[in-house]
């Protein structure tokens, strides 16, 4: 792994979307943010949906932690989804790599 593709240097690429209305994107994943950071902010909302789906299965009159649940896990997912696109991309060929080798 060269230094330029060190997982310190990997930032999102910010494709990958989530909250969907009527077939449309509401919310997108920045691009550019170190991976480290990503992956920490995803398992703090994922800490946070944790701690609201235990208080939702406590709480009869209300529906509320389950929702803020729902959406801090599906913050989480993307971002994570969005971390999984950069760690699996191919680097770059090169002309001669990309062609065909000839057989004789």
């Not at 990958?16 to 920045?30: A, E, G, I």
């Not at 992956?39 to 209300?62: G, N």
């Not at 599906?74 to 950069?86: F, G, L, N, P, Y």
């Amino acid at each position: 792994m060269t230094k330029a593709n060190s997982p310190s240097d990997l930032k999102t690429i910010g494709f990958t979307p989530f909250l969907y209305l009527s077939d449309q994107p509401l919310f997108h994943v920045c691009r550019d943010i170190p991976i480290a950071d990503a992956l920490a902010q995803a398992s703090d909302l994922l800490y946070l949906a944790k701690s609201l789906t235990a208080d939702a299965a406590f709480t009869q009159d209300s529906d509320r932690h389950a929702w803020a649940a729902h959406y801090l896990t599906t913050m989480s997912k993307a971002v994570i989804d969005d971390v999984v696109k950069v760690l699996k991309r191919r680097p770059a060929q090169t002309r001669k790599e990309a062609s065909p080798s000839k057989t004789t």
